[in-house]
C-alpha cells in the first residue's frame, strides 16, 4: 500500500513540476492505457507511462493541424 502511495505522490509532484502545457493529453493518455495495461496482465503503471507519451504526441500534432489550418485561413498582414 505504501508503494501505491508513493507511485501517487511522485506522479502528482511531475505533473506539478511539468505544468498544464506539458500534461496536456498526458492524464487521458494515463489512464487508458494503464486500464489498457491493468488488462493486459499487471503492467498498469508501464500502460500509463506509454499511454501518457502518445496522448501527449497526440495532442501535439493536434494543435499543431489548427495551428496550420489557422495560418492558412487567416488573411496575409500587409
Known amino acids: ?3 501505491k502511495i508513493a507511485l501517487i505522490a511522485l506522479t502528482s ?3 506539478a513540476a ?4 506539458q ?3 498526458c492524464i487521458e493518455g494515463a ?3 494503464g486500464v489498457a495495461g491493468h488488462v493486459a496482465g499487471k503492467h498498469g503503471t508501464a ?3 506509454g499511454g501518457c ?5 497526440e495532442a501535439s500534432k493536434k ?3 489548427a495551428q496550420q489550418a489557422n495560418a492558412a485561413s487567416a488573411p496575409d498582414a500587409k
Request: aromatic share 0%; net charge positive.
Open 53 to 57: 507519451a502518445i496522448g501527449h504526441h
Open 63 to 65: 494543435d499543431k493541424k
Open 13 to 15: 509532484a511531475m505533473l
Open 1 to 3: 500500500m505504501s508503494r
Open 23 to 25: 500534461a496536456k493529453g
Open 18 to 21: 511539468t505544468g498544464a502545457v
Open 47 to 49: 500502460g500509463a507511462v
Open 31 to 33: 489512464a487508458v492505457g
